[in-house]
């Protein structure tokens, strides 16, 4: 599956950004996935964000997403959304979303944190800058 991010930019700190993420081939309605969002500051490891599966909405945050981040889906449109508020300067970096057929392993990322090996499809990224 081909995903392609969209809704990056720079804003100011305590502003907001809602990135997107759209999967470019049919995946077919009835498909369970998971869906991850990771991003990536120049010179630092990718580090997952949050996640979400289809087959329920359930969703996973990192510790410092949780409260000012929120995952979303739009099944139908296959759509996934990261809505980002209160963004500060160490949110800036290139964000991906990430595509995996099946559910979230949602016991391994509480334990193990937001696994990037878990996912086998990605998009280009999308670039976030607070400053």
């Known amino acids: 599956v081909q995903l392609v991010e969209s809704g990056g930019g720079s804003v100011q700190t305590g502003g907001s950004l809602r990135l997107s993420c759209v999967a470019s081939e049919y995946i077919g309605i009835g498909s369970r996935y998971c869906i991850g969002w990771f991003r990536q500051a120049p010179g630092q490891e990718r580090e997952g964000v949050a996640a979400?599966?289809?087959?329920?909405?359930?969703?996973i945050y990192t510790d410092s997403a949780k409260g000012r981040f929120a995952i979303s889906q739009d099944n139908a449109r296959l759509m996934w959304y990261l809505q980002m508020n209160d963004l500060k300067p160490e949110d800036s970096a290139m964000y991906y979303c990430?595509?995996?057929?099946?559910?979230?392993?949602?016991?391994?990322?509480?334990?193990?944190?937001?696994?990037?090996?878990?996912?086998?499809?990605w998009g280009q990224g999308t670039q976030v800058t607070v400053s």
């Open positions: 979400i599966y289809n087959g329920d909405g359930s969703a």
């Open positions: 990430a595509s995996v057929l099946g559910a979230c392993p949602m016991t391994v990322f509480q334990a193990l944190g937001i696994k990037q090996g878990v996912f086998g499809s």
